[in-house]
């Protein structure tokens, strides 16, 4: 086995909130090639005191590859496009899945990419559909540039994951990078996951939420971004985009477990689901 990577505690919130859906032993390789041992108490923490946000965490990855698998059975041969990657190994399940309906992957992140392509080289040697890029996603100009570099084309459809990021991100910073992927016939599906503003919240779950929303800002030293209905509605036209799905949490798990066992109303569960043609 390789020198196993140290990561950050959200690496490790993320990874460990999900490690269930990790399961061939292609993911599981990878996973056992990561050293959680000098990370932060975050998702002990969070666990502990507000148990349902790591279930959304997971729902959030379940509902991202239940939008990848219908799309990619209603249009194979995309390109797929994962900005602020991470360390999520996303890029492995759509190869164990959807290896003959994906031209490329791209992966783009600002941190862990070197190390994260070493993990790759050691697991999946000789790989060439995945390629990974060092780039601040807000950073435009050198986005573009790296996106041609690692063989994204514009003619081609693509999908665009921005999976736990926006709440990093201002939305103008936000609209500035979906403008790249911008076309006339929009024929690129961009797909994530915002943080709710509290007027969206129905008071039951109010506090849970607003205690959440504080252990992460106080953790990440910044205020996240949280934006009501009306805030991505306003982002979408001002991309002139296409909203394809715009879901709560309890209609995600609804989708994914059968019920609602955890969530049951819209506003619950800190984050929602967002698709827009582009």
Request: charge should be negative.
């Amino acid at each position: 086995m390789p020198q196993q990577l140290k990561v950050p505690s959200t690496s490790r919130l993320v990874l460990e909130a999900t490690m269930q859906l990790y399961t061939t032993p292609l993911q599981q390789r990878y996973i056992e090639s990561i050293d959680f041992s000098e990370t932060s108490r975050l998702f002990y923490d969070l666990k502990r005191h507000f148990p349902h946000v790591i279930d959304a965490i997971c729902l959030r990855k379940q509902s991202i590859r239940a939008m990848l698998q219908e799309r990619i059975s209603r249009l194979p041969g995309q390109q797929v496009i994962l900005l602020g990657a991470g360390l999520d190994p996303l890029s492995l399940y759509l190869l164990e899945n959807y290896r003959e309906q994906v031209s490329r992957i791209i992966e783009v992140d600002n941190g862990y990419i070197a190390e994260k392509q070493q993990l790759y080289t050691t697991i999946i040697p000789e790989e060439s559909m995945i390629r990974l890029s060092k780039c601040d996603v807000t950073d435009t100009v050198l986005l573009w540039n790296k996106l041609l570099e690692n063989g994204y084309q514009q003619e081609m459809p693509a999908i665009i994951v921005f999976e736990g990021l926006i709440h990093y991100v201002s939305n103008d910073a936000f609209i500035n990078t979906m403008k790249l992927f911008k076309t006339a016939d929009r024929k690129n599906l961009v797909m994530l996951d915002y943080s709710l503003s509290e007027e969206e919240v129905p008071p039951a779950f109010l506090q849970h939420h607003q205690g959440v929303i504080r252990m992460l800002e106080t953790f990440v030293n910044t205020r996240l971004n949280i934006n009501s209905h009306a805030d991505m509605a306003g982002i979408i036209y001002q991309l002139d985009a296409t909203l394809e799905n715009l879901e709560p949490m309890c209609v995600t798990e609804r989708k994914i477990t059968g019920s609602n066992k955890i969530f049951h109303s819209p506003g619950e569960g800190i984050i929602e689901m967002l698709s827009f043609s582009l």
